[in-house]
Nanobody, 125 residues
């Protein structure tokens, strides 16, 4: 059974840092692309970043240079390190996987069928 569980969300000050985790089961992170999305109140899910099975990662323009993806194969977990946080980074952050493990990254939320429950990030002074 495919499962994704996010954690690490918290209240942070502007300029601060947080690290989100996406622990997966039912597949391995080394075999699959994992996407990260965020959703602010009243808005749709916005693509943030994606890591491919090769380890290569891509980022949206709004987080490029501030966010970094990594993975721990032994823990079957993907991490999203978020630095220099801004208030506009606030939202519920979800990790997600597409239907087949061999499929690569995609920026459209509709392309992902497995989702975690999300973790809340609030950036405020």
């Amino acid at each position: 059974q495919v499962q994704l569980v996010e954690s690490g969300g918290d209240l942070a000050q502007p300029g601060g840092s947080l690290r989100l985790s996406c622990a997966v089961s039912g597949f391995t992170v080394d075999d699959s692309a994992i996407g990260w999305f965020r959703q602010a109140p009243g808005q749709g899910r916005e693509w943030v970043a994606c890591t491919r099975s090769t380890g290569a990662a891509s980022y949206s323009d709004s987080v490029q240079g501030r966010f970094t993806l990594s993975r721990d194969s032994a823990k079957n977990t993907v991490y999203l390190q978020m630095n220099n946080l801004k208030p506009e980074d606030s939202g519920i952050y979800h990790c997600a996987r597409r239907r087949l493990t061999g499929w690569g990254c995609n920026i459209r939320a509709t392309e992902y069928v497995y989702w975690g429950q999300g973790t809340q990030v609030t950036v405020s002074s």
